[in-house]
T-cell receptor
Framework: QKEVEQNSGPLSVPEGAIASLNCTYS??????FFWYRQYSGKSPELIMS????GDKEDGRFTAQLNKASQYVSLLIRDSQPSDSATYLC??????????FGGGTRLMVKP | EAGVVQSPRYKIIEKKQPVAFWCNPI?????LYWYLQNLGQGPELLIR????????DSQLPKDRFSAERLKGVDSTLKIQPAELGDSAVYLC???????????FGEGSRLTVL
């Protein structure tokens, strides 16, 4: 079974700090990697996608991928209380199968 | 542009009763997904459609769950009979590329008493 692992948290950071969220996956054949944000009581929304090794930056968000280590991370710079949510890592396998991790709950304290 | 539409938003039923959920994906999105999400957990795939063909339904409990996607657009997910353990949020999502860039509906929250 394809697995995607995340620390459930909560991860608590002060406002303005960098939040670092991590994810590991089991299938070496995985091709595409995504981060979704889910506010309490709401549905997931896509915030980042990354397809090749290295870093991808979008505003305050940076996704990092290391396929050799089977590791994906999301950095949130200048964290804001509005960033408080659950962050879901998702991995796409062969045949466009998408598997989600259990999510990490982030709390940004003012 | 309208997003993914799901109904009903909330449903409370007694065990052994049937229930159905409906989903209308974003126009032009050929891939449609049904996920189940329990509290505090990530979404779990139930079934994935490419147009009207179910291409991944290995996690769908076929003894009680069924799904269809007529004409490759709207989809219905049915549970009959419902069990207490089916209480969860049922999420519908659609994608144009099928690569993992999903757009989710607001979900249908099922409570089985």
């Amino acid at each position: 079974q394809k697995e995607v692992e995340q620390n459930s948290g909560p991860l608590s950071v002060p406002e303005g700090a960098i939040a670092s969220l991590n994810c590991t996956y089991s299938d070496r054949g995985s091709q595409s990697f995504f981060w979704y944000r889910q506010y309490s009581g709401k549905s997931p929304e896509l915030i980042m996608s990354i397809y090749s090794n290295g870093d991808k930056e979008d505003g305050r968000f940076t996704a990092q991928l290391n396929k050799a280590s089977q590791y994906v991370s999301l950095l949130i710079r200048d964290s804001q209380p509005s960033d408080s949510a659950t962050y879901l890592c998702a991995v796409s396998h062969a045949g466009n199968m998408l598997t989600f991790g259990g999510g990490t709950r982030l709390m940004v304290k003012p | 542009e309208a997003g993914v539409v799901q109904s009903p938003r909330y449903k409370i039923i007694e065990k052994k009763q049937p229930v159905a959920f409906w989903c209308n994906p974003i126009s032009g999105h050929n891939t449609l997904y049904w996920y189940l999400q329990n509290l505090g957990q990530g979404p779990e795939l139930l079934i994935r459609y490419e147009n009207e063909e179910a291409v991944d339904d290995s996690q769908l409990p076929k003894d009680r769950f069924s799904a269809e996607r007529l004409k490759g657009v709207d989809s219905t997910l049915k549970i009959q009979p419902a069990e207490l353990g089916d209480s969860a949020v049922y999420l519908c999502a659609s994608s144009f590329s099928g690569r993992g860039e999903l757009f989710f509906g607001e979900g249908s929250r099922l409570t089985v008493l």
